[in-house]
């Protein structure tokens, strides 16, 4: 299929690594030229149509500083909204500090930049914004309290929006990764298997149990339903949370 976006340009956050970079890595291989954006990118393989930029979701000047690199540049077509993830805890005895410094990383940071690069996808009567969630939207993940509470107030935000910019033709999506394999999910799966007293090994065959596929995902898989949600013949689906979880999630 002719995903009709070559030539686009976009924006990765968290392009370093994991869910970002193959996303990153899939739609310069569609023809996007493509911002990686990463607070770390000298490690970053040096790849066709592909362009690393440095920013610190949780510094406010260094999104600052992104956005004004972007809008000097006239812009992007496509948005992929994705943060690292913070610290595994319980919902209680979590500080007013550490709600605050989530909230900022997570979310403060990528309403900022789709605030600021809207409008240039508006002008262009074309935009897409994708924003990575996390199974907890749905389904809260024991001892992910932060990622749980902030993500789902993305979710929020992402949904309000959609309805905004539709009609400019700019569509605004959320994609949930289930378990996917990652060096997140590994580094949860160390923290779990450290609290429990298991094994890793027996951890993941724990989840894999819990997965109707029966494994963990690849990150081109997901990489690839990302790519088709920003996609032309995409265009009618907004406002939407794709799962891309195994079938995982058990709720409707």
Do not use: C
């Amino acid at each position: 299929m002719d995903l009709k976006i070559s030539g686009k340009k976009a924006l990765v956050l968290g392009a370093s690594r994991g869910l970002g970079a193959a996303i990153a890595h899939a739609l310069a291989a569609e023809g996007v030229l493509v911002y990686a954006a990463a607070r770390t990118i000298d490690a970053m393989a040096a790849v066709p149509n592909l362009r690393p930029v440095q920013v610190d979701l949780a510094d406010e000047q260094s999104v600052s500083d992104l956005i004004a690199k972007l809008q000097q540049e006239g812009g992007v077509d496509i948005l992929i909204n994705n943060t690292g993830g913070p610290k595994a805890g319980p919902a209680m005895g979590q500080t007013r500090d550490a709600w605050q410094s989530a909230f900022q990383m997570m979310a403060t940071s990528i309403f900022a930049i789709t605030d600021a690069l809207l409008p240039m996808m508006i002008e262009k009567r074309w935009g897409r914004i994708l924003t990575i969630g996390s199974s907890g939207v749905v389904q809260p993940i024991a001892n992910l309290a932060l990622s749980n509470g902030v993500r789902a107030a993305i979710a929020g935000w992402s949904k309000t929006l959609a309805s905004e910019v539709a009609r400019h033709g700019v569509t605004v999506n959320m994609i949930l990764p289930g378990r996917i394999d990652t060096d997140r999910v590994r580094e949860l799966d160390t923290i779990k298997a450290d609290k429990t007293g298991s094994s890793v090994d027996a951890v993941q065959a724990a989840s894999r149990n819990e997965i109707p596929i029966g494994r963990y995902g690849r990150p081109e898989e997901f990489a690839a339903v990302a790519a088709f949600l920003v996609s032309e013949p995409a265009s009618y689906i907004n406002g939407s949370s794709i799962r891309v979880d195994g079938g995982m999630i058990r709720g409707l």
